[in-house]
């Protein structure tokens, strides 16, 4: 039972232009959210997350929206650039819970120049 | 500060043989993780520790074995691998379990055959 899909597997852009990628949950007990990036050869690094009592969050480039009536949160990157070529894993975790993170199956993003 | 650092980067495997995949984290956190990634998946819980001697089950912990005696280390064994058992096996570490922002070493990648 996944309880965090992202349902695309990879997304291709432009440099310069917005990327979006989404993610899905079915647990509506889950009350933080966090994205993750892993470049090849390296383990996943934070990115940026979001509080279920906030419904965005934006730290740069970086934008995260937070649908809870249609459990969906996405992640915005403008502009996209060729660094940020990468797998980007949503995960999604209850508060309560020992830091014990859910995974989504991540997106390969890919910008190209 | 080398965060969190895993042993060996690769290793191959026969079928019933048996390995321990290191993890130390020298950032002084006392809750940390063992994750594996299988391919299109994302990454899923095997075991977690809290602190030094205590130690709990995540999603997946059959054919796996761990312990904690100190704060730095978080050994992963394997007993009788098995073809199951090929995926990238992430350490992970963060200072409490209210703090979701995980520090991940950069893997290792497992094949038994």
């Known amino acids: 039972d996944q309880q965090v899909k992202q349902n695309s597997p990879s997304l291709s852009v432009q440099e310069g232009r917005i990327s979006i990628l989404n993610c899905d949950y079915t647990n509506s007990m889950f009350d933080y959210f966090l994205w993750y990036k892993k470049y090849p050869a390296e383990g996943p690094t934070f990115l940026i997350s979001?509080?279920?009592?906030?419904d965005k969050n934006e730290d740069g480039r970086f934008t995260v929206f937070l649908n809870k009536s249609a459990k969906h949160l996405s992640l915005h990157i403008v502009p996209s650039q060729p660094g940020d070529s990468a797998v980007y894993f949503c995960a999604a975790i209850l508060s309560s819970n020992t830091g014990k993170l859910i995974f989504g199956q991540g997106t390969t993003l890919q910008v190209k120049p | 500060n080398a965060g969190v650092t895993q042993t060996p980067k690769f290793r191959i495997l026969k079928i019933g043989q048996s390995m321990t995949l290191q993890c130390a984290q020298d950032m002084n956190h006392n809750y940390m993780y063992w994750y594996r990634q299988d391919p299109g998946m994302g990454l899923k819980l095997i075991y977690y520790s809290v602190g030094a001697g205590i130690t709990d089950k995540g999603e997946v912990p059959n054919g796996y074995n761990v312990s904690r005696s100190t704060t730095e280390d978080f050994p992963l064994r394997l007993e009788l691998a098995a073809p199951s058992q090929t995926s990238v096996y992430f350490c992970?570490?963060?200072?409490?379990?209210?703090?979701?922002?995980?520090?991940f070493g950069p893997g290792t990648r497992l094949t038994v055959t």
């Open positions: 979001i509080s279920s009592i906030k």
């Open positions: 992970a570490s963060s200072p409490s379990g209210n703090y979701y922002e995980l520090y």
